[in-house]
């Protein structure tokens, strides 16, 4: 799969625990690292445990890792200096303080970095919920479309047993139960039945 997404070929691991759950991880598209757990490795099939693992795959191929740090990075940059000229602009402007910088700075300051780093962490969710779909898309190129709808159905079959999965799942991202409104807006992976449905829809 690593060579038929044209990157090389990642080191392979795999950790002990009962959950589902797969990750990928490195600096490059060359220099990467694709685990899944012991759980994952017993409760899906062998053409599940593809999928995933395209899906990983998908993840490196699309320089995830490093463009959603860079996208990070750049937000909290923008939150930082715009909270900076809010505060300013309130210190001179509101508060008419003439003698270097007064109580209005820092207090507009603090108050601009709460609300503009909601509003930077809304755009890096926004990010990460289109690249679960992309890694989707890979994986189903390169394990097959069908594999990769049976791995996510089975996390959702998984997500409906009663006591046996905690509030975060980290295999594909989940994160059980329902989302919508706000709390929607600052998940960082789609629900799974609209993953699903982009898979079948893309045909």
Same mark, same amino acid.
């Given at each position: ?12 691991? &795999? ?33 599940? &445990? ?64 709460? &609300? ?88």
């Amino acid at each position: 799969m690593a060579a038929d997404a044209g990157i090389g070929m990642p080191e392979v691991a &795999v950790f002990d625990a009962q959950m589902p759950n797969a990750f990928a991880t490195g600096a490059s598209r060359n220099n990467a690292l694709v685990a899944v757990s012991t759980g994952l490795l017993q409760q899906m099939s062998a053409e599940e &445990v593809e999928a995933v693992v395209g899906h990983e795959i998908g993840h490196v191929a699309n320089g995830d890792m490093i463009t959603l740090a860079l996208i990070q990075g750049v937000v909290n940059t923008f939150v930082l200096f715009l909270a900076r000229v809010i505060g300013f602009f309130v210190d001179k402007v509101i508060f008419r303080n003439e003698q270097g910088i007064g109580i209005g700075y820092w207090v507009a300051t603090i108050a601009a970095e709460i &609300v503009l780093g909601i509003l930077a962490s809304a755009i890096v969710m926004w990010f990460s919920r289109r690249r679960e779909f992309r890694a989707d898309a890979a994986g189903a190129v390169l394990a097959g479309r069908q594999k990769m709808i049976a791995a996510l159905e089975r996390l959702k079959r998984a997500q409906q047993l009663p006591n046996t999965m905690p509030d975060t799942l980290v295999a594909f991202g989940i994160s059980p139960g329902m989302r919508s409104g706000l709390r929607a807006m600052f998940s960082s992976h789609p629900p799974l039945d609209d993953r699903i449905a982009a898979l079948r829809t893309a045909a």
